[in-house]
């Protein structure tokens, strides 16, 4: 899809389709207004019999109306007017979308950004609609056999432009929503498929794609040398040898990095301490995490963000095996800190505690972990919020506020010193599990004893990563926005200082 801007006003746009507002109790968006207006009060009469009720996300397709331009019009319901809320804008534009590109509109101009969203500017509108009309569109082909395309899609979008930062926005969003499609594509991909290789040739991609992104491999030779004894005695029960991925994107000099450390773990059937057969396909999803740091640097590389940002992705699968780890089993990790495995099914810490010590070697200004990590977060929060939890409170907020600027939210769980002694072991310096209580918090303490070295937040996204269940199953390419407006709002905070 391309996005362009126009100063055209609604009557005279000649695009295939003009996309207008109305909202319920019959109140009128401004633009809807003028084509009532220039229409003799055609769209008021429709309103006023009852054909849509402005409740968000209805729609009505509407064919040449006289004195208007455009051959259709399309009026989105956007909630009460002056009082549209975030989800009712995401319903509209998600409505939009689909109506649209199967109108046989190859071309449109949508005015729905003039409407009013409490603390919201056009520009937010402007990107919030591209990320969402992209991910509409977006759909899972790559292991169908007979896949259709669309006869007459929607090929262009365009904005009516009364300021210079709506182009901006609309370049910000497709950069997130194509990271987030990346994402979403690699995490849907089935485990025989996308696996630790497969990852790692990806990343080798995305080095080639941008020449500011560089890729390196380490093999389960080089890993072992570092002493990652963690990491691979996840692997070891895995025919698929384990990669440790490294994707630098250099776009600020020598700069501190921000590094984003993300959960590959390309199938997770528990090991021996094996997983109820009920869903387990969608353990599939336990790589979104790495999947959104490959999101996030592709969207950073296309925006060419002045930032240093490197992308870290320990990837293996977990898997029963004669070799596999076996509960009670003790392992030494790459910080040297030893650890007994009392649930060989809480592996995604086991891998994630070596690339965090891993990680060290950049001199990283922070280290933000992003992992499926635990169930308990799906309890604790459902598919809302991502789970967050930090060594600096500086960096949560941080993270807080990126959440809500980006609408793709987080919410913070204590880590308190209290919760520590949950991982205690008789055997080994550490346990890998911390019993029943807080397992999202006792989780991120395994974590926190591999990150006292540096600024650290750790994103629990079980919960928030992926739609489970029958027609909904699929990722959702979250945290990208969250992740790439982090960046963004830490970009502007260094230019104001
Ligand atoms: N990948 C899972 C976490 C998970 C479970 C994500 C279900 C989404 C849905 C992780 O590796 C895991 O198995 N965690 C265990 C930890 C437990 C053994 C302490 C869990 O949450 O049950
Ligand atoms: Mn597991
Ligand atoms: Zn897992």
Partial sequence: ????????????????????????????????????????????????????????????????????????????????????????????????????????????????????????????????????????????????????????????????????????????????????????????????????????????????????????????????????????????????????????????????????????????????SLKPSQAMDEMKYDMCGSASVFGTISAIAELKLPINVIGVVPSSENMPDGDANKPGDIVTSMAGITIEILNTDAEGRLILCDALTYSERFSPEIVIDIATLTGAIIVALGSQATGLMANDQGLADALLQAGNDSYDRTWQLPLWDDYQQQMDSNFADIANIGGKEAGSVTAACFLSRFTEKFTWAHLDIAGTAWKGGGKAKGATGRPVPLLVQFLLNRIADKNKS
């Avoid at 389709?17 to 109140?27: K, L, N, P």
């Avoid at 055609?42 to 455009?70: C, E, F, M």
């Avoid at 963690?230 to 250099?250: E, F």
């Avoid at 199938?267 to 021996?272: L, P």
């Fill in 1 to 272: 899809m391309q996005y362009f801007v126009t100063t055209n006003t609604p009557v005279a746009d000649e695009t295939d389709c003009v996309v207008v507002a109305v909202f319920e109790q019959g109140d009128l968006s401004p633009s809807a207004a003028i084509l009532n207006e220039k229409s003799n009060n055609h769209i008021q009469k429709i309103i006023d019999r009852g054909d849509i009720t402005g409740k968000a996300g209805q729609t009505l397709l509407l064919h040449d109306i006289d004195g208007v331009t455009s051959p259709r019009v399309l009026l989105v319901g956007c909630g009460k007017k002056d009082k549209t809320s975030e989800n009712d804008f995401n319903s509209a534009i998600t409505a939009m979308a689909k109506v649209l590109n199967d109108s046989g509109a190859r071309e449109a101009s949508s005015y729905l950004a003039e409407i009013h969203l409490s603390s919201r500017t056009k520009s937010w509108l402007v990107r919030q609609t591209v990320i969402i009309t992209e991910s509409t569109l977006y759909k899972y082909t790559q292991t169908k056999s007979d896949v259709k395309p669309q006869d007459k899609p929607l090929t262009n979008l365009s904005f009516f432009d009364d300021d210079d930062k709506i182009e901006q926005a609309a370049l910000t969003g497709h950069a997130i929503a194509t990271g987030m499609n990346l994402a979403r594509e690699l995490s849907n991909l089935p485990g025989n498929v996308c696996t630790p290789t497969y990852l790692a040739e990806q990343a080798t991609q995305l080095g080639k794609q941008f020449d500011t992104v560089t890729t390196t491999i380490l093999d389960e030779a080089e890993m072992e040398e570092l002493g990652m004894g963690s990491l691979l005695s996840v692997s070891r029960g895995s025919r698929q040898p384990a990669k440790l991925i490294t994707m630098n994107y250099q776009g600020a000099g020598d700069d501190r990095p921000v590094v984003l450390v993300g959960k590959g773990l390309t199938f997770d059937a528990g090991g021996i």
